[in-house]
């Protein structure tokens, strides 16, 4: 059986005001991505792509996305995804979805990786040069505590859905390191 | 340690920041350049050639410099608890399609306000007139107009062993389909006849939410046809020989930067008469 190779692509949703918080949905991020491909790449582009495309990881507090795509084709999202320019949003307390157009935002990638391991590594070094951004910024001990606690309950990156074959992944390429 | 204008190795830079009177938006442009991770940041002013202004006499309707910058408090004291450096520069870019345009590049050069100087030539007879000059960029823009020349292979493997790159701007291709399509297709052309080594990117944004970050705009390059090894260089090595070219163009043959540098404490200026005899400062020849 031929090994099945993936890339994982870590990115950043930024939008206009960054206090303002946002319901990010993976089903949105997923449709705006097939957009995007088919316009810089054509129908046979998004056919590529579409095989494996998973969104693996999404914290809505940190708003950090982890995308699964094939080694093969990797490169053809790469290049289309700075060409995002708006996603369809879900505003805190109202219950009908933003307008259709959307949010104006950009995903600002961060790093691509081979296994989820390395990507978990990356989160945690990003989540904690946050905290101690924020914590700089803090001028009383009650601040302080309030701020650990919000980074204690809501990054938990090491809950995501691993299937076999990434299992099997992970156990070659350490393998092959030693 | 010295203290040159001078980015490291490694530092991403953006050379293409419009510039208007409207001081709040470049201050939030400049934050969010900062907050995505750029070093070194090149504020531009445009000049329109003399078939759109007629024409002028005199050097006193050159445009001048923006003013510098004021950042917000908390991005400074970011910047300094992250011990990080942000270099500001001036850019100019000139249109060409007279030989009066050319006169006015020449004369430009030599007064030397602004650090960096771009042209964009209209015609094939202008792109020949500049190969010559001691540019730094040349830029490719197809904003609103068909291709307005097509250039040669040879000549651009000249231009390219001088040090002088090509340009082209994504934030135009992110707002237009149709603008897109043609800065790829210029793109492609360039990158063939320099095996993908010569292309430059940067921003052209009028509003802080068209920037992208520097790994994103690396990754467009490659629908230029740069290859993914060298896609990071368009925006880290070529730029930085851009700023070593404007900064080597004021100096003259050679330079000497002399700084006062803080002595250790507890320690002296040795006199003469400590030395060996072999490092003594000899007056008499």
Known sequence: MVRLKHRYVLAEVKFADPKKFYHVNPHRVIDEITGIVTKVHGISGLAGVKIGLHVKYLNEYSKLVLIRVRSQYHQKLLSALPFIKTMPVKMPGVKARSAPEGVACFLNTICVTSTIKDAQKRIRTYGKRTMDRLLSECKTEEERTKVCKVFAEHSQPEEMEVDEEELEDEKEEEENGK | ?285
């Open chain 2, 1 to 285: 340690m010295l203290d040159l204008r001078l980015p490291d190795h490694g530092v991403y830079c953006d050379l293409n920041v419009p510039s208007d009177n409207n001081t709040v938006n470049t201050k939030n442009k400049v934050q969010m350049l900062i907050s995505l991770g750029y070093g070194v940041i090149a504020l531009s002013t445009e000049m329109p050639s003399t078939t759109k202004t007629g024409k002028t006499k005199g050097k006193e309707n050159y445009p001048q410099p923006q003013p510098p910058v004021v950042l917000d408090q908390d991005v400074k004291d970011q910047l300094k608890r992250d011990k990080r450096r942000v270099l500001v520069l001036t850019r100019i870019t000139i249109e060409m399609e007279n030989n009066e345009d050319a006169i006015k590049v020449r004369s430009i050069l030599l007064n030397s306000k602004f650090d960096i100087v771009a042209v964009r030539p209209k015609n094939d007879k202008m792109f020949l007139n500049c190969k010559d000059l001691p540019i730094d960029i040349i830029c490719m823009d197809s904003a609103a107009e068909k291709m307005p020349f097509i250039p040669k292979p040879n000549l651009i493997k000249q231009v390219v062993g001088r040090n002088v790159y090509f340009e082209f701007n994504y934030s135009p291709m992110i707002r237009d389909d149709v603008i897109m399509q043609r800065t790829i297709m210029n793109g492609l052309r360039v990158a063939e006849a320099g095996k993908g080594k010569n292309v430059l990117l940067s921003s052209g944004a009028l509003v802080p939410m068209e920037l992208r970050g520097p790994r994103d705009v690396g990754n467009m390059s490659m629908l230029m046809g740069v290859q993914q090894n060298r896609a990071i260089d368009s925006v880290q090595k070529n730029a930085r020989s851009v700023v070593v070219h404007a900064y080597t163009r004021v100096t003259a043959k050679s330079a000497a930067v002399i700084q006062y540098s803080p002595l250790e404490e507890g320690t002296k200026r040795s006199s003469n008469q400590d030395l060996p005899e072999a490092k003594k400062v000899k007056l008499n020849a």
